[in-house]
């Protein structure tokens, strides 16, 4: 009986799968150190290369999205204006054909949509290093336990083999049964050599997951489950698991990009072509509804359409006796001239979607025939787990009762030997069992994006909080007023989040978008998020926040739509810093001469006295009138349309040694120069 109490707590673990005996091997049980699983999987996320790489990439997207959109604004704007430069090279506005058209629009969405692609990457890493850590420490728990076990049952018979001998003497003991124990007690202590291998190699393993030395000196915690969802849940688990998959994520990203610039294609075609676009239209329309699409009948009608669009100059005409091909008297972009890059460029398109779409459905099919699979696997390794258990709670009773029957001499020593062999092969075989299924649980809740594991704390799949709010993985913990932007062109929609510091003494309680004076979607509590289409921050001229406190208009806030964050400075929130950067340098004039189509640009008056000199510039540091000094009241005279935008141009001033102290920009409603940050 001594010895069943002494196993006790060991059996309880195993049948129970919940209680953990502390194993510290070679240190005494208070020296050990506990390491959870929870701060095990802190430990390899904040350790693993991978993720730490994808947020490197997470700051890059931010950047190349920002180039990106800026770029391809300057480029049109660039495009599609008067330009010269000081020798009197004079480039006159110019259409865009397809592909730089398409180009202007689609490339700034694209670049944004790898900030959201970088982010869902980041998730699924996590989800990927908690699976493989949870998976060795549930291996290296097992194996402590083993440890345990084996270790007091080598003890129990190492006991018992001692009475043995000394009942040689007594003949109350054979000789046989003493050989059969020291038989036993060296099988254990081979096996007990294996398991101190794999314990230490599983702990070197989880060492260098988790980023330090778990040798020597620390104990592992249980970490079974025991739970398995509802089936009647598993088609909505299945649609939970569609939502926050990688793989599908990037199938269903595609397909999004691919509708975007079969639709920017579209668009651009039909007020270039719109009479002619009927003969592809259907087909179109077919691609972008998900139909089937008939690509020799599409191929057939696509070059019926080039034809048509070039028939207008096909042939020639006759001056007198000349023939002039009407081909001579075509526009650079008229006709197939404007696709030339790639004429069959909506063909192209719409069958790719085409094929989009049906990888995306093929995705998910394979997705959900892995989450039935998994399920299917996990519930047989429940039910093989529970009959092991009832076999060790069955197996415990008997021996009970075996050991109270050989007190009174009904049951022989060699009987409940056998017995307590059983039983204790049983313990381990329920312990492996339980570390079996908890490993198939956390490869199940890995494919399900912790899924399963949310439905069983929570009963439901609500990850908890909004949807859609903006989970910026590497977002600090930021002071100020700052908005937040992010794209989920996966869903054509953006996501606007403006926070609000707690301490401020501005109070703020909501939050409207507003662009081009037009409101976005409805006010907002701060906080809280505002989703809307993409389009419309994509085209916006100007975009700003407007603040409120409950009814109270507070201000508005001027905000860049091409950047994923940003500083907001209400009224009376400005700091030190930003009240220096608006400050007032000088004032301005400029006169146009309608006549002759120039203007006299002038610095009139300036607030510092120390100031003596200007210059105008561009946006890229160009100077507009002459690289020496212009002095101050003294007029540059330039070309009208230099300083149709003053916004976009820059006062450098310059003090009396002509040497550049402080750099302006020109408000162009008061004719102020503040100063530039």
Sequence with gaps: MRQIKKTGCMVMAAVLC???????????????????????????????????????????????YTEAAKSAALKKKNQLSFRWSPL????????PDLAEASEWMYKPLQAQTRITAVRHKMEDIRYAVEEEISNLYVDAYVMQETIAFTQERMEEIQETAKKSEWKLYTGEASVQETEKLHAQLKKLSVDQAGYLRSFESLKNKISDQVGMDISTGWKLQAPFEEGVPDRAVLEELKQYTLSKNHTYYEKKLDVSLGLLNLEINEKLMKEKYGKQMYLIQPYINQAK????????????????????????????????????PKEWLKGELDGVRYLEDDPYVLYSLALQYADLRLEEQSTAKEIEDAVDDQFEALVSAGNSRKALQEEVKEMEKELRENAALHQSGKVTREELSSLREAYSQAVLDALNACGEYTKLWNSFDRLTCKGAGIWMEQGDFDPGGDASEIRDLSMPQEDGFWYYIESRMEDQVFVLRVSVPDDSEIKVTDYELWVDGIQVGKRTRAGQTLRHLTLALSDAGQASIRLYHGEDYVDECIIDPLASKGRLFPAGAKEGEERKKNQKLGVCSVRHDPVMQTAEFAVTSVEDSEIAYYS??????????????????????????VVQDLGELKVEFYDRDKKMCRTGRINGRTMEIQEEG
Aim: hydrophobic share 40%; with cysteine.
């Design 18 to 64: 919940a209680a953990a005996v502390p194993c510290c091997t070679g240190r005494a049980e208070a020296a050990c150190d506990l390491l959870t699983l929870r701060a095990a999987e802190a430990l390899a996320l904040m350790n693993s290369r991978e993720y730490q790489q994808e947020k490197s990439r997470l700051s890059l997207a931010r950047i190349d």
């Design 88 to 95: 009197l090279n004079f480039k006159f506005p110019e259409k």
């Design 289 to 324: 509804a998900g139909e089937e699409l008939d690509g020799d009948a599409f191929k057939e009608n696509y070059d019926r359409f080039l034809q048509e669009i070039d028939k207008k100059w096909s042939g020639a005409f006759r001056i007198l006796f000349l023939s002039i």
């Design 616 to 641: 105008l510039t561009d946006n890229r540091g160009t100077k507009l009138y002459r690289e020496a000094p212009i002095p101050i009241g003294e007029n540059l005279t330039c070309l009208s349309v």
